[in-house]
């Protein structure tokens, strides 16, 4: 068995943490065969709620989980971690703007890339959850300059899940026989959820939804919405946000990453603009990658056509906004 790896959660006495660390510490992530060191991070008023999760946690006697370190300080919380998971953060109660969650939660990014920097290993891989996630993983990475900045990524892949499902239920085809549906910039309502360069597998042969579809409507109008509001309508009936799909998306983005994409598949992730079909460099954009050997690559040449050019105008112009915001927050 190799040696055991350290992993930190932040935010692990909240609701997503709650599935999420069952999820890593079974090896969903990582592996069946890799040990782990999970280091739990909150705030110091849910210390009590934490030592309730270490209680659980070890009362699942689970094999591969070496060790728990709960803790409320970033120093020891981020102490030579191979991997970041970012969950902790203000979450978004039931008719709250995400702008309005901006103010409060970028002063968090801002400390833990400086902790990450001091005290993580040099190759840690950052998957920020905590919203606004793209803006927070941005302003994490600034204050970790000495760890690439291809390292933090944002969670654009519940809504990439979502949209299989969405897609997979109107075929009527199990989730799985559907891929390559894109999310396309921020992780808010101006995402643009894109079904034109998915497939579909159907009775063995390969084809793309739109021909068996064949509801450009559906595919343009009704789609889109249903998938940039579910966040909203899962509040809406549970009064708490997303947090079991929430933490699945979140082992299935960090999976990929250090396991790598199934050829031919790619999946979306809020990675840091290279100017790729004309988003703005120096954004934390979601696109379509593929990964191999820990190393995600933008999917090249895709076709995007004038009714996706002004949607990615849209989701990017409101990442430059919320990107200014953050930084005025912070000099302030
Ligand atoms: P929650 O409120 O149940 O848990 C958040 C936890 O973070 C709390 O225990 C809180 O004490 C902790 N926390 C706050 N500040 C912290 C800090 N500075 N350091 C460490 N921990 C800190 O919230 P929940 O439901 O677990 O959601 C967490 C975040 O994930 C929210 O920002 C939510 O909006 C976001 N989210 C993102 C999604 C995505 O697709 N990117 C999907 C669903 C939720």
Same mark, same amino acid.
């Given at each position: ?71 409320? =300080?970033?120093?020891? !919380?981020?102490?030579?971690? $191979?991997?970041?998971? %970012?969950?902790? @953060?203000?979450?978004? &109660? ?14 968090i990014f801002k400390v833990q890339g ?79 959820? =894109?079904?034109?360069? !998915?497939?579909?597998?159907? $009775?063995?042969?390969? %084809?793309?939804? @739109?021909?068996?579809? &064949? ?41 990929d990453w250090f396991q790598g994409t ?71």
């Open positions: 068995m190799p040696e055991p790896i350290r992993v930190v959660v932040t935010g692990a006495a909240g609701q997503i943490s709650y599935s999420l660390l069952y999820m890593i510490a079974k090896g969903d992530v990582f592996g069946y065969e890799q040990p782990l060191i999970l280091h739990l991070l909150d705030i110091p008023p849910m210390m009590d709620v934490l030592q309730g999760v270490v209680m659980e946690l070890a009362d699942c006697a689970i094999p591969l989980l070496r060790e728990v370190i709960p803790t409320a =300080d970033p120093a020891v !919380a981020f102490k030579d971690v $191979s991997a970041a998971f %970012l969950v902790g @953060a203000m979450p978004r &109660k039931q008719g709250m703007e995400r702008k309005d969650l901006l103010s409060a939660n970028v002063k400086e902790a990450l920097d001091k005290y993580a290993k040099k190759d840690v891989k950052v998957l920020v959850v905590g919203n606004p996630a793209n803006t927070n993983a941005l302003i994490c990475s600034k204050y970790a300059p000495s760890i690439p900045k291809e390292n933090f990524t944002a969670m654009t892949r519940l809504d990439q899940n979502r949209a299989q499902a969405q897609v997979s239920a109107k075929i009527g085809v199990p989730v799985e026989q559907v891929s390559n549906v894109i999310i396309w910039g921020n992780h808010s309502s101006t995402q643009f959820p =894109d079904a034109s360069h !998915a497939v579909v597998n159907l $009775s063995g042969k390969q %084809l793309t939804v @739109a021909e068996v579809i &064949k509801d450009d409507s559906w595919l343009r109008d009704t789609f889109v919405q249903i998938v940039q509001k579910r966040g909203a309508a899962v509040i809406a009936a549970r009064k708490m946000s997303s947090a079991l799909s929430a933490a699945k998306a979140a082992t299935d983005h960090m999976r199934v050829y031919g598949k790619y999946v979306s992730m809020g990675v840091v603009s290279d100017g790729s079909y004309g988003v703005p460099k120096d954004l934390v954009f979601s696109f379509p990658v593929t990964i191999k050997n820990g190393q995600w690559s933008i999917v090249q040449g895709l076709t995007i056509d004038d009714f996706a050019k002004q949607k990615l105008a849209i989701t990017g112009k409101e990442l430059e906004e919320e990107k200014e915001e953050a930084v005025a927050i912070i000099q302030a």
